[in-house]
């Protein structure tokens, strides 16, 4: 089958591109620019036209133009051959960054108008996409009232807080995106199902190109600070307690759109409890020759609060089949590899 990834480049996507590559997908991604739709193409030398192809979608926010890439896309299938046809759709990207001028054109925006208009441009164009897997994320379950979270819960931050305060505007942009994709569902009624993936911090290997250091996605940045030794007098608050590898996140949304029970269901795919100490302490472990880097022992604090929130990820292990990847140690060093790799630390 054919599968559109929207957001190709990102640093979740790439990993999926990957899988669905691997399993025989034929995949259409869309990107911003045809710069990094080419860097996308230069990974896979050997993979013949047909399988990878990109298209440039300057406005993720456009209904017009993501319909006419889709009807596109289902003409030349229905060209193809009926036995591959068109069946899913994985919405990525999305802005993830605290540094932005306007929440609302930058941030809010995007997110929202461009989930639904994704979701949108499916209905209208695309009557053969059976799935819809949209990457949300654990700030959208995110709510101090919870104790152990199992993916039921919201946070309950509203526009107005994401528009006055830059604090909460990714959060909410996640959130309110999430609830109109779900609103989007009740009220449309259309032929396909919809699944939310919501990770944690997702940390992991890098896959997708970067022309320095300074372009390292967000969650990475820690680690890639810490290496560079920004925080060698002290590490920052830790703020989300839970990580997640990216290899495993890639592979629940390439589950999410196989698995017939998925339909209807919010993932929580979260591997486990972790803290800024832990990841530096798993720095040293894995490249003790970056130890100067981080701060002495005894200024090595874990912040993780005594009554730090629980987490439930039965439905992701049961439903989807992913088996956690359990080690952050593993994780941040081949992280710190992959960073070695681009050059800079
Ligand atoms: P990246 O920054 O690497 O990827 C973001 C993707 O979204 C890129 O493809 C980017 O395109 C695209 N994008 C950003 N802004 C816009 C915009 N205004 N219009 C259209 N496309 C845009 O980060 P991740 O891979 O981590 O993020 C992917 C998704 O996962 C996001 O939805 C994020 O919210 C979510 N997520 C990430 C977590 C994490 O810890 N990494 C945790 C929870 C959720 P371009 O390359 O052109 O900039």
Request: contains cysteine; charged residues 20%; neutral net charge.
């Amino acid at each position: 089958p054919a599968n559109v990834v929207a957001g190709g480049s990102g640093f979740i996507a790439s990993r999926i591109l990957d899988i669905l590559i691997e399993k025989g997908y034929d995949v259409v991604t869309t990107v911003r620019s045809a710069q990094s739709g080419n860097k996308i193409l230069e990974r896979y030398p050997k993979l013949s036209q047909d399988r990878l192809q990109y298209v440039v979608v300057e406005d993720i926010t456009n209904v017009n133009s993501l319909t006419l890439i889709l009807t596109k896309m289902c003409d030349y299938q229905a060209l193809q051959s009926s036995n591959r046809p068109f069946d899913g759709v994985i919405h990525t990207a999305a802005p993830f960054t605290q540094t932005f001028s306007d929440p609302v054109k930058e941030m809010l925006d995007p997110a929202i108008k461009g989930t639904t208009a994704v979701l949108k441009a499916v209905k209208q164009s695309a009557p053969s996409v059976k799935r819809v897997v949209l990457t949300s994320s654990f700030i959208a379950m995110f709510n101090p009232q919870v104790a152990v979270y199992d993916g039921t819960s919201w946070n309950p931050v509203t526009r107005d807080e994401a528009v006055q305060n830059p604090r909460f505007t990714y959060s909410a942009s996640k959130t309110l995106a999430e609830k109109a994709a779900w609103a989007f569902i009740d009220s449309e009624k259309p032929s396909f199902d919809l699944v939310s993936i919501n990770p944690p911090l997702v940390f992991g290997p890098l896959r997708q190109h970067i022309a320095s250091l300074d372009k390292v996605n967000t969650s990475n940045q820690r680690i890639r600070d810490m290496v560079q030794g920004k925080f060698s007098d002290k590490l920052p608050p830790t703020g989300i307690h839970l990580w997640v590898d990216v290899r495993d996140v890639a592979l629940a949304h390439v589950r999410a759109l196989e698995v017939p029970q998925a339909g209807g269901n919010r993932f929580l795919v979260a591997a486990g409890h972790m803290s800024n100490k832990k990841i530096a302490e798993a720095v040293i472990a894995t490249h003790p020759e970056l130890r100067s880097r981080l701060p002495a022992a005894e200024q090595l604090v874990d912040d993780t609060p005594p009554n730090v929130y629980g987490f439930d990820n039965a439905k992701a292990v049961e439903v989807l089949g992913i088996t956690f990847r359990s080690s952050l140690r593993e994780c941040v060093g081949d992280t710190v590899e992959s960073l070695a790799a681009v050059g800079g630390i």
